[in-house]
């Protein structure tokens, strides 16, 4: 397998394209002089921004967002709680998936989550279901972009997914084009077959994945 290296310099105009934690400008030092800089969130951040609004058939729903409380709130509303439980159920599961800010609005760390992974995390706290127990039961029918792009919850490491993207690179020496297509029976996402019959596939992170050849036959991961 062939790794080409691309090493990129584009212009943009006077922005703070990304932040680091005190808020400055991202900068490398890059051909002897100091560059903005591009971390790798902040462009999977404008591909997934980027299909979610030219491509709205392809499910890519994911929200990465310090805010938990809106769409928690929501849910547990829609779940049939009243404000004040819903406020309390809403502040279990953030401490679940993360830890409450200093201010009271925020999570400390950001979670990527589906709208519909809210909303069946909140019918099972409502329900009684243990919030972790119930992030590790949802499923993901609207988020290709976690699915690609996977996720890490420092809270709870079971709650994180590998990225297909990175699994694709590490293992397979000739992938073919993926097309995903929601299925209501799939957990998740599945890669249509086409071609030719003998060609391998496996599932990781509610995707499916078509191969002509994994790197390590004797390690094949179906």
């Known amino acids: 397998m062939n790794l080409i290296e691309l090493h990129i310099l584009q212009s943009y105009p006077v922005s703070c394209l990304n932040r680091d934690d005190v808020g400055a400008p991202k900068s490398a030092v890059f051909g002897g002089v100091t560059r903005a800089r591009l971390s790798s969130q902040c462009l999977k951040r404008a591909v997934r921004t980027f299909a979610r609004d030219e491509y709205p058939e392809a499910l890519f729903n994911g929200v990465r967002s310090r805010r938990l409380v809106e769409p928690f ?90 990225k297909v993207l990175e699994y694709v690179k590490r293992n397979a020496v000739g992938m073919s084009l993926l097309i995903i297509t929601s299925e209501p029976n799939c957990q998740g996402f599945k890669i249509e077959r086409w071609g030719e019959p003998d060609r391998q596939d496996t599932t990781l992170s509610g995707l499916w994945l078509v191969a002509e050849k994994w790197a390590d036959p004797d390690n094949q991961p179906f």
Do not use: H
């Open 73 to 162: 709130l929501a849910a547990f509303e829609k779940a049939g709680l009243s404000p004040e439980e819903a406020q309390a159920k809403t502040d279990l599961v953030r401490e679940a998936l993360s830890k409450i800010d200093k201010n009271k609005e925020l999570v400390t760390t950001a979670v990527f989550l589906s709208p519909c992974e809210i909303e069946q995390i909140a019918a099972e706290v409502t329900n009684g279901t243990d919030p972790k127990k119930a992030a590790k039961k949802a499923s993901r029918l609207d988020a290709a972009d976690i699915a690609l792009f996977g996720r890490m919850i420092a809270n709870d490491a079971s709650l994180t997914r590998d």
